[in-house]
């Protein structure tokens, strides 16, 4: 299937929404698997108020993950991967399933051509749609684990939190159901640009590559390809939006304050921010976010589209389909 077109060989329809979701869900669950300790690291670092004075010690993503390491065993990185896991599969879903039916609204109604402003608004669309369907609760919970201290390994050393199902409980008993949703303009944000360049840059690469290939004109290219096309689009984002992740991330790490509306809240993080650490604070955890986003996206892309063709090809998939009719 041509990647600036919405239909596939012979006018063929899009995947349908079963498919989205089944092959979106795999790919996302196996990036998560994959990718949850750079994500803990990137966390860590984000949450770290240590300021670049003269004589202290320069902590990188390496040491900081050895660090969680040692005190609270290698099973600390895995910290918040039950919320990641539990939200993983409506997340890739109403990003795949929400990204083609933007996509498709934005297609040249006789072609299906889709241009590249379709495809950067479509992205947006698809990053702020899963952003407050999905992602804000999530991270929500899942920064409240990773920020925790605690050895794994010790059981009389008693988190907060247990797990993602007890966090969930102890945050809307304590602080009401507003408080999943604290820094969902920041995650939208976040998400929208992320998904708007993700999305661009993969479907640019990938129709250069089968234009390069006339062999892959209406075909998936081979896995390596994907997979190298996934990593440099998954690097973009990023950096495009260091400085809004890492305000997002000490947001939701903390309790509201009374009376402060959250753009005086977040006005507050980042003038301290500046004030205090500098301006390289704004940056802190890029590098393990990039190796965590770069790879991911290599992960979730290569395994959507082989999901996504193995499903099409299947009997399952058009008898899915007549009911959908």
Not at 262 to 269: C, E, G, V, Y
Request: glycine share 10%; hydrophobic share 40%; net charge positive.
């Amino acid at each position: 299937m041509s990647a600036k077109n919405v239909r596939g060989p012979g006018g063929k329809q899009p995947a349908s929404a079963a498919t989205n979701l089944i092959a979106g869900g795999g790919a996302g669950m196996m990036e998560a698997l994959v990718c949850h300790p750079l994500d803990t690291i990137k966390v860590r670092m984000q949450l770290s108020r240590r300021a670049r004075q003269p004589g202290a010690t320069k902590r990188g993503f390496l040491k900081t993950g050895v660090e969680i390491v040692k005190r609270e065993t290698p099973l600390g990185l895995y910290k918040g991967l039950g919320a990641v896991v539990t939200g993983i599969v409506p997340k890739m879903a109403i990003r795949f399933t929400s990204f083609e039916w933007y996509k498709a609204l934005a297609a040249n109604k006789e072609t299906g051509a889709v241009s590249g402003q379709g495809t950067f608004f479509a992205g947006l669309a698809a990053g702020v749609t899963e952003a407050v369907a999905v992602v804000t609760p999530m991270e929500v919970i899942k920064i409240r684990l990773q920020a925790q201290h605690h050895s794994m390994s010790d059981p009389l050393d008693i988190p907060k939190y247990r797990n993602a199902a007890h966090a969930l409980y102890t945050v809307l008993k304590e602080e009401g159901v507003g408080a999943l949703y604290r820094g969902v303009s920041l995650t939208a944000l976040r998400q929208g640009s992320n998904q708007a360049v993700n999305f661009s840059a993969y479907t640019e690469f990938k129709q250069l590559l089968q234009d390069l290939q006339p062999a892959y004109h209406d075909k998936e290219l081979p896995v390596y390809q994907t997979m190298f096309i996934g990593l440099v689009s998954g690097a973009m984002g990023p950096l495009s939006n260091a400085p809004i992740d890492t305000i997002k991330t000490r947001l939701q790490k903390t309790p509201a304050h009374p009376n402060e509306t959250a753009i005086q809240r977040i006005t507050s993080i980042a003038r301290d921010m500046w004030k205090q650490e500098g301006s390289r604070a704004f940056y802190k955890g890029i590098t393990p976010r990039i190796m965590r986003v770069a790879p991911g996206q290599a992960v979730t892309f290569t395994v959507y589209e082989y999901l996504k063709e193995k499903l099409e090809r299947s009997s399952w998939t058009h008898s899915v389909g007549k009911y959908e009719e």
